[in-house]
């Protein structure tokens, strides 16, 4: 039986630490109990948000209808054999909790992916990634119960259309499922390493390892990450803010002659570009506005600086993405989901 509260604030339930409330909230440990919570909104013609880990959303107003917190939890092993293992989270899990668990196991294929806030369930929406690795590499499959019909249907990797922070479940399926578990094959042995991306290379020469092993990358990811990106337990924020944006070549060659040290790489057929590097070379990084701001290590990442609403925050957003147009003639698009 699940249990409603009411006028609840959201406050502890996501990283920027806004302070919205919602109308109704419930927690929910069984597919049972979300599909009593899902009839319960359809009778009542509530709106539907589900909450995870809370670590990818902005929420800009007070929700007038029912929060689903997900809770499910646990992990197993489906299957395996000699040289992999197929491993199923349930969405509830915290997503770095569950790298560990991979790592304490020798399982190798997530390591790079390690200290990434949120849980399990909510992987695959943005098709998570760090350090050259997306969920994408090693996920093999993944429950989802619809919303409208309440079936369970699977997944299978081709079937979530995933791309660069995208999915089928931040396009054609948005909003029509709740993601309930999420399968992964990892490696036993002969573990394939990702240490191409710079930094993790020279922490690890730092640490004077020269045959790293999966936890030696991982450890190589948290002191990385734990240097760059502000812990949203100390300051708010959700991250990256914006995806870094890909333009045709011939744009990006134009704007290498204006900015010589314009980064960016080639992916497809336009070029990648460091949206960190566009608002810090646009003079953002570091400038608060109220209570909103733009992080000083990285720019990327717009912080909470203790009361900051929803709107604060939003509004500097779209100073920097109208800024950043005007500049470069390049627009920013939000990674962040704004509720
Ligand atoms: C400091 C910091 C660093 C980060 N670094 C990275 C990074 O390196 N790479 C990266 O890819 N991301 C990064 N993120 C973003 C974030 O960690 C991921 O997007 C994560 O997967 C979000 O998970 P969550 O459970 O917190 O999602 P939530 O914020 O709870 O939800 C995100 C969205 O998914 C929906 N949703 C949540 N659960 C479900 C479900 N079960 N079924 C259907 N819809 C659901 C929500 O309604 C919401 O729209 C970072 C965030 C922070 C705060």
């Known amino acids: 039986m699940i249990k409603i509260l009411e006028n609840q604030s959201l406050k502890t339930y996501n990283t920027f630490g806004i302070d919205a409330s919602a109308d109704f909230f419930v927690e929910v440990n069984s597919i049972e109990e979300i599909k009593e919570a899902l009839s319960l909104t359809e009778e009542k013609k509530l709106p539907l948000l589900i909450i995870n880990g809370g670590s990818n959303m902005l929420l800009t107003q007070d929700w007038k209808g029912l929060v689903l917190k997900i809770n499910l939890k646990g992990i197993e092993i489906v299957r395996e054999d000699e040289d992999f293992v197929w491993v199923k989270v349930q969405g509830g899990e915290n997503w770095h909790e569950f790298v ?113 092993t999966i936890q030696d990358v991982s450890e190589a990811v948290i002191a990385i990450r734990q240097s760059k990106l502000p812990d949203p337990k100390e300051m708010g924020n959700s991250g990256s803010f914006f995806k870094n944006p890909v333009i045709p070549k011939f744009q990006f060659e134009e704007l290498e002659k204006r900015y010589p040290n314009i980064s960016g790489y080639a992916s497809g057929d336009g070029v990648k570009v460091a949206a960190g590097w566009l608002i810090e070379n646009a003079g953002w990084k570091g400038k608060r506005i109220g209570n909103a701001g733009v992080h000083e290590k990285q720019a990327l990442v717009l912080v909470n600086y203790g009361h900051a609403t929803g709107k604060e925050i939003f509004d500097l957003s779209e100073r920097i993405i109208e800024d950043i147009y005007a500049k470069y003639g390049i627009q920013l698009e939000r990674e962040v989901n704004i509720i």
Do not use: W
């Not at 992916?113 to 690795?133: C, E, K, R, W, Y």
């Not at 119960?145 to 079937?159: C, G, H, M, Q, Y």
């Open 100 to 212: 560990q668990f991979t790592l304490r196991n020798d399982y190798g294929g997530l390591e790079n992916l390690s200290l990434i806030p949120g849980n399990a369930g909510t992987a695959p929406i943005q098709n998570i990634g760090a350090s050259g690795v997306e969920i994408k590499d090693t996920m093999t499959e993944l429950t989802a119960l619809e919303i409208v019909s309440k079936k369970p249907r699977v997944f299978t990797n081709a079937d979530c259309h995933f791309g660069y922070r995208e999915s089928i479940f931040k396009n054609e399926c948005k909003n029509q499922f709740v993601l309930l578990d999420v399968t992964f094959k990892l490696s036993k042995r002969n573990h394939v390493l990702h240490t191409e991306y710079g930094a993790i290379r020279l922490e690890l020469e730092k640490r004077g390892i020269e045959n790293p």
